[in-house]
């Protein structure tokens, strides 16, 4: 079991950036798959970006050269750093954990971001 704590979403005007963390506890944390996914109002959910355990990454097109996924064995904890924030950036984020599907099963109580132009 994992359990999964999202923090750092906001307001935010376009062009401007915001730094989410997510702190994972309950198990191995470094075994494990981290990503974030996001979701805007009347949409599916979608995938952001993804690191696995040994820190290879992934990205979802419309953030690619804008955003960046990290990860902190030591403190448990993956951060996603969004930078040339857009409006239609603007949703739930939620932090993800698995060890082998992609998403995994254990997911974040979501954080919101709004992008205002």
């Known amino acids: 079991q994992v359990q999964l704590v999202e923090s750092g979403g906001g307001l935010v005007q376009a062009g401007g950036s915001l730094r989410l963390s997510c702190a994972a506890s309950g198990s191995i944390f470094a075994r494990y798959s981290m990503g974030w996914y996001r979701q805007a109002p009347g949409k599916q959910r979608e995938l952001v970006a993804i690191i696995t355990r040994g820190s290879i990454t992934d990205y979802g097109g419309s953030v690619k050269g804008r955003f960046t996924i990290s990860r902190d064995n030591a403190k448990n904890t993956v951060y996603l750093q969004m930078n040339s924030l857009k409006p239609e950036d603007t949703g739930v984020y939620y932090c993800?954990?698995?060890?082998?599907?992609?998403?995994?099963?254990?997911w974040g109580q979501g954080t919101q971001v709004t992008v205002s132009s």
């Open positions: 993800n954990a698995g060890l082998y599907s992609r998403p995994g099963p254990y």
